[in-house]
């Protein structure tokens, strides 16, 4: 069973940007892989994935100023945010599709707050 491990979460300023990191303990470069986060109060959404095929799909609220990457040599997923805004205070999910299996890490925390 693969698991995943998030890293790289913390305090920045609005305007910041933090790197988060995944790293799966098993190669994940054929499956769907995807940044997931949720705020207090709110509903898990997804922030932003590579489907089969390696293109990357973006939440509207994050478009321009997140990218998803992959390093299939590492199994690592990373998710370079920029331009942070408060209202991306939430906690950050990995989460990979593993053949009929989903797989989610224990989470990292993102606050943005001046």
């Known amino acids: 069973q693969v698991q995943l491990v998030e890293s790289g979460g913390g305090l920045v300023q609005p305007g910041g940007s933090l790197r988060l990191s995944c790293v799966a303990s098993?190669?994940?470069?054929?499956?769907?892989v995807g940044w997931y986060r949720q705020a207090p109060g709110k509903q898990r959404e997804l922030v932003a994935a590579i489907i089969t095929g390696g293109s990357a799909n973006y939440v509207d609220s994050v478009k321009g100023r997140f990218t998803i990457t992959r390093d299939n040599a590492k199994n690592t997923v990373y998710l370079q945010m920029n331009s942070l805004k408060p209202e991306d205070t939430a906690v950050y999910y990995c989460?990979?599709?593993?053949?009929?299996?989903?797989?989610w890490g224990p989470g990292t925390q993102v606050t943005v707050s001046s």
């Open positions: 098993g190669s994940v470069y054929r499956f769907y």
């Open positions: 989460y990979a599709r593993v053949w009929d299996s989903d797989v």
